[in-house]
């Protein structure tokens, strides 16, 4: 006796035509031959550099948790919890395609209304430089607002922010490592020409690093 034959539904057929499964779709993007982009080293710096430039968001706003750029992987990291009981002033990140004298790119505090996701970037107008001694080396910071933010994008020069709001940022910077026995200097603040100045130099030396590795 000849069983019956169950005949495909139609709908189904047509489906997994038009929708690959599953484990095909996950077998094709294990075997794909790509590199994902590295924040420090594929994202532009931007055209308006040194005034206006791409950051890259390490910290949020009111975090305590020390995030960082991991330079192997270009993946944010958690670096450590803060033994301090402080919290980010605003958020903090880096410029891309920037290079210092600590063999990080160059550090930029970005203040703006809201906090911002680890990872994302965006546009922040340089408005003043914050030079720093951590633990006796040179960790200046760049003092920015977000470009594209209503409320801060009309300032020019960090001497146009509340004397107030510049007092909690040194302090932040002068308490952070405190419980953790090193030690932190902030010097004065200095007007925007000087973040200018700093930020195409650590361009200069990114750019001049580039070209090195590229004649070895």
Not at 40 to 69: M, Q, R, T
Not at 99 to 124: S, Y
Not at 180 to 207: C, G, H, W
Request: aromatic letters at 8%; proline letters at 7%.
């Amino acid at each position: 006796m000849t069983s019956s034959i169950e005949m495909p539904n139609k709908s189904c057929a047509s489906q997994r035509s038009a929708h690959p499964a599953l484990n095909e779709r996950i077998l094709s993007s294990m075997t794909r031959k790509t590199v994902a982009a590295h924040p420090w080293h594929d994202l532009e710096i931007g055209p308006g550099a040194p005034k206006i430039f791409n950051c890259v968001v390490e910290i949020s706003k009111g975090s305590k948790v020390k995030y960082e750029l991991d330079k192997n992987t270009g993946l944010i990291k958690v670096d450590r919890v803060l033994y301090s009981s402080v919290v980010y002033p605003h958020n903090y990140g880096f410029i891309p395609r920037t290079l210092c004298e600590d063999n990080d790119p160059m550090d930029v505090l970005v203040i703006m209304q809201e906090p911002v996701v680890p990872g994302c970037f965006l546009r922040a107008k340089a408005i003043g430089l914050m030079p720093m001694i951590d633990q006796g080396e040179k960790d200046d910071k760049i003092i920015a607002v977000c470009a594209d933010d209503p409320e801060y994008r009309h300032y020019t020069d960090i001497k146009e922010l509340p004397p107030h709001r510049l007092a909690e940022i040194r302090r932040f910077f002068e308490d952070y490592k405190k419980n953790e026995n090193k030690d932190v200097a902030v010097d004065e603040f200095l007007p925007a020409t000087k973040a200018y100045v700093a930020i195409q130099r650590s361009m200069n030396l990114y750019a001049d690093y580039t070209v090195e590795n590229l004649r070895r």
